[in-house]
């Protein structure tokens, strides 16, 4: 088949070669990008709703909340803010050009919030037995909002004392530290359990897959 499909190749003129190469390459971009990027089919919803996105001030994972961001931002209702514990987050102005809503995180009061996403990175640590963002969490779950992480962003919820006994997502790297909290270390991809739904590192799609209708869900049920 390889062969035939050669020939045929061969026996085109110069720019006729050129076409079936752009439309090739434009076949494989666009598959790409359904295979690697959330399919707008799984979201919508979410209209008054505000999520905060919150990174470490330093060595946040740039790909992580790439995903997340772009995810939320494209495919769904939400009024998303990034917020961390820090006035300005530099790293994040030179990489957007100021175009991420940002906020510090000691301006963000829990009523005008309807869920948190904790995106993990090796900066995390820098953040444990913080008072501001303790708070926050600890607000979120005493108000029954839905409070999320994304890889070594579990050591968060663990650290706000907030998830003894609840089952959180956890990489190797802070899984000593979530059990010495008191939370449950569990291996897999997405899970959710009461308030909280964790994921995994590179389960980003599938994590705001399930993220959307379990926000929509806490709604519902507390009559936000």
């Not at 026996?11 to 399919?39: D, E, H, I, T, Y």
Request: aromatic share 10%.
């Amino acid at each position: 088949m390889w062969r035939q499909l050669s020939e045929i190749f061969e026996s085109f003129s110069g720019w006729r070669r050129l076409l079936v190469v752009f439309c090739v390459l434009f076949v494989l971009a666009f598959v790409s990008a359904r295979c690697l990027q959330p399919g707008i089919d799984w979201y919508g919803g979410l209209e008054d709703c505000t999520v905060v996105i919150f990174v470490s001030r330093i060595n946040w994972n740039e790909q992580k909340f790439d995903r997340i961001y772009h995810g939320l931002s494209q495919h769904t209702h939400a009024d998303i803010i990034v917020s961390s514990t820090v006035d300005r987050l530099p790293a994040l102005e030179s990489r957007y050009d100021r175009r991420v809503p940002f906020r510090p995180l000691k301006d963000i009061s829990v009523e005008d919030v309807d869920a948190v996403i904790l995106v993990g990175g090796t900066g995390v640590r820098y953040h444990f037995g913080d008072a501001e963002l303790q708070e926050l969490v600890r607000d979120m779950a005493g108000a029954g909002r839905a409070l999320a992480s994304v890889g070594t962003g579990a050591a968060l919820l663990s650290d706000a004392g907030v998830a003894v006994d609840a089952e959180l997502v956890t990489p190797r790297d802070v899984r000593e530290k979530v059990k010495e909290d008191g939370a449950v270390a569990v291996d897999e991809r997405i899970h959710i359990h009461d308030i909280f739904i964790t994921a995994s590192v590179g389960s980003e799609r599938d994590f705001l897959r399930e993220f959307v209708p379990f926000v929509q869900e806490l709604q519902e049920e507390a009559s936000w």
